[in-house]
C-alpha cells in the first residue's frame, strides 16, 4: 500500500510540473507533441549567443516568437528553460531558441532575426547538414517573399517536414544562424543568394 501512495504521488508530481500556461517555468517542453521548431543564433566571431536577439518562425498567418532558452525555471512566455529545451533537443544551450507545439497546417515561410544593436542584416545560416547560405535579411518579417533564413523549406509544415511520430515531437532543427557585427575589423562575407 506505502508502494502504491509513494508511486501514486510521484505521477501526481510529474503530471502538476508539467502544467500551467503553455509551459510556465518550461514545463510544457516535457509534452510537447508536433513539431517543435529549433535554432541557435551566434556571433561569428564569439561563437556566443546574442543575448538580444530574437527569433520569428514566419507563416502566411503572422509570426510566432520563438522562446529563447535560459538556465533556470522562468516564468516569461518569452523563455524556456534549459532542462526542458533539453527533454527534446539534447543539445540545446543557453541562448537557443525553441518554438513548441508548431502547427502541421501551417504555411512556413521560414525564420527572421531581429537583429541586436550594432549587428548588420548579413546572415550566414549553417543547416544541421553542414549546408551554408549567406542572406541580407529584410528589416522586418515579413509574409511576403523576402530573404528568410531557411526559406528554402517554406510550404507546409507536414509536407515539407514529414510527420512526426505518435506521441513524439517532430525536432525542426534549423542548424545555425550567425548575425554579422557592424564592424569593419571583421567584414561579413559576400551574399551569395539572391533574394526576391
Same mark, same amino acid.
Given at each position: 500500500?506505502?508502494?502504491?501512495?509513494?508511486?501514486?504521488? *510521484?505521477?501526481?508530481?510529474?503530471?502538476?510540473?508539467?502544467?500551467?500556461?503553455?509551459?510556465?517555468?518550461?514545463?510544457?517542453?516535457?509534452?510537447?507533441?508536433?513539431?517543435?521548431?529549433y #535554432?541557435?543564433?551566434?556571433?561569428? #566571431?564569439?561563437?556566443?549567443?546574442?543575448?538580444? *536577439?530574437?527569433?520569428?518562425? =514566419?507563416?502566411?498567418?503572422?509570426n510566432?516568437?520563438? @522562446?529563447?532558452?535560459?538556465?533556470?525555471?522562468?516564468?516569461? &512566455?518569452?523563455?524556456?528553460?534549459? @532542462? +526542458?529545451?533539453?527533454?527534446?533537443?539534447?543539445?540545446?544551450?543557453?541562448?537557443?531558441? #525553441? %518554438?513548441?507545439? !508548431?502547427?502541421?497546417?501551417?504555411?512556413?515561410?521560414? %525564420?527572421w532575426?531581429?537583429? /541586436?544593436?550594432?549587428?548588420?542584416?548579413?546572415? @550566414?545560416?549553417?543547416? &544541421?547538414?553542414?549546408?551554408?547560405?549567406?542572406?541580407?535579411?529584410?528589416?522586418? $518579417?515579413?509574409?511576403?517573399?523576402?530573404?528568410?533564413v531557411?526559406?528554402?523549406?517554406?510550404?507546409? =509544415?507536414?509536407? !515539407? +517536414?514529414?510527420? &512526426?511520430e $505518435?506521441?513524439k515531437?517532430?525536432? %525542426?532543427?534549423?542548424? !545555425?544562424?550567425?548575425v554579422f557585427?557592424?564592424? /569593419?575589423?571583421?567584414?561579413?562575407?559576400? #551574399?551569395?543568394? !539572391?533574394?526576391?
Amino acid at each position: 500500500m506505502r508502494r502504491m501512495t509513494i508511486l501514486g504521488l *510521484a505521477t501526481l508530481a510529474v503530471l502538476l510540473h508539467g502544467c500551467g500556461g503553455n509551459g510556465a517555468g518550461g514545463g510544457a517542453g516535457i509534452t510537447a507533441t508536433g513539431y517543435v521548431a529549433y #535554432v541557435r543564433v551566434v556571433d561569428p #566571431v564569439t561563437g556566443q549567443p546574442l543575448s538580444t *536577439a530574437e527569433v520569428h518562425f =514566419v507563416t502566411d498567418t503572422g509570426n510566432l516568437p520563438m @522562446r529563447r532558452v535560459v538556465a533556470g525555471q522562468t516564468t516569461d &512566455p518569452n523563455e524556456i528553460s534549459l @532542462r +526542458f529545451a533539453q527533454a527534446i533537443v539534447s543539445d540545446a544551450k543557453e541562448g537557443d531558441f #525553441v %518554438l513548441l507545439n !508548431v502547427g502541421e497546417n501551417l504555411v512556413f515561410r521560414g %525564420l527572421w532575426v531581429r537583429r /541586436p544593436a550594432g549587428y548588420t542584416a548579413i546572415v @550566414r545560416h549553417t543547416t &544541421p547538414e553542414n549546408l551554408k547560405r549567406v542572406i541580407q535579411t529584410p528589416e522586418s $518579417p515579413n509574409t511576403l517573399a523576402a530573404c528568410l533564413v531557411a526559406s528554402n523549406q517554406a510550404g507546409v =509544415v507536414k509536407t !515539407v +517536414f514529414g510527420a &512526426p511520430e $505518435p506521441g513524439k515531437p517532430k525536432v %525542426l532543427n534549423f542548424g !545555425v544562424i550567425e548575425v554579422f557585427p557592424n564592424n /569593419p575589423q571583421v567584414p561579413p562575407p559576400p #551574399v551569395d543568394d !539572391v533574394c526576391p
